[in-house]
């Protein structure tokens, strides 16, 4: 028990860290612009085509080939790591404010974002080094080797719907506004508390919609035995422009996007961290 004690505490300390902090909230300024540059292709695709994929990878990529974007991009991966290190250790000793199992979710659903930051501190990492991080071809492939495998199409089918539960657990969770708790509103001023508001709702409920539809897509191409369906956030937007008025609402939802990188700007003052 002493060793579990020992480890809390030294966890608690770490999380502590003023350094941890302050990347934690430089984090939430590259998230934004991940987003942002992420919003942009998401209106080329809508009003013609991209030159990179239309996911997080490509915005990056984007950056990277811009004036100092190699610097921006790995400060953006150590950004991003020091998020997932906070988020790791609320997820081990934190949310103590919460109780049974509202204290479980919470540190659940840190471990999840956990993993998600240090998905995109990879990802630029790799953009940084020049390596191939074209997401969209890479879930394509792996999903075309699980299916050859036995059983294979039902754990793509089940990713499909752990990734449409994800896009309708962040259109809620932006629609209800339960992003506010995580944020420090007393020390807003009544319109900045307005415009996070109006921002966060708007972010999580596109973003739930772009994960939405890549959840229905890979649920779709399991169906179907169809990988080429199954190329992530890339695939969703290039299917919500084939539609009818197509080009309007994948224009909404670059706008909900680029709300959702505004609106990490603001939590990188504003976050509880």
Excluded at 73 to 101: F, N, P, S, T, Y
Excluded at 220 to 243: C, F, I, M, S
Aim: proline share 1%.
């Amino acid at each position: 028990m002493s060793l579990t004690r020992n480890a809390e505490a030294t966890a608690s300390r770490t999380a502590d860290s003023r350094w941890l902090e302050l990347l934690a909230r430089a984090g939430f300024i590259g998230y934004g612009i991940v987003h942002l540059l992420f919003a942009w292709l998401a209106l080329q695709i809508a009003f013609g085509s991209p030159s990179e994929d239309g996911d997080q990878s490509g915005a990056l990529r984007t950056l990277s080939e811009q004036p100092l974007g190699k610097f921006l991009v790995i400060a953006i991966a150590v950004g991003l790591l020091a998020m997932a290190i906070w988020q790791g250790l609320e997820a081990a000793v934190g949310h103590r404010a919460e109780r049974d199992k509202e204290r479980v979710m919470e540190r659940v659903a840190s471990a999840g974002r956990t993993i998600v930051y240090l998905y995109f501190a990879w990802t630029a990492f790799k953009v940084f080094s020049d390596a191939d991080s074209n997401s969209a071809d890479k879930q394509e492939a792996l999903t075309g080797q699980l299916m050859t495998s036995t059983g294979g199409r039902w754990l793509v089918g089940i990713a499909g719907l752990g990734l449409a539960a994800l896009g309708v657990g962040l259109v809620i969770y932006g629609a209800l506004k339960k992003f506010e708790k995580r944020l420090k509103t007393g020390e807003m001023s009544p319109k900045t508390r307005q415009l996070a508001r109006r921002l966060g709702m708007a972010g999580y409920v596109a973003k739930g919609v772009a994960f939405g539809i890549s959840g229905l897509l890979i649920i779709v191409a399991a169906v179907n035995y169809d990988p080429e369906k199954a190329r992530g956030l890339d695939a969703a937007l290039h299917t919500l422009r084939e539609q009818s008025y197509g080009t309007f609402l994948l224009t909404l939802v670059a706008l909900g996007i680029a709300a959702f990188g505004f609106f990490c700007f603001l939590q990188s003052r504003y976050r509880k961290v």
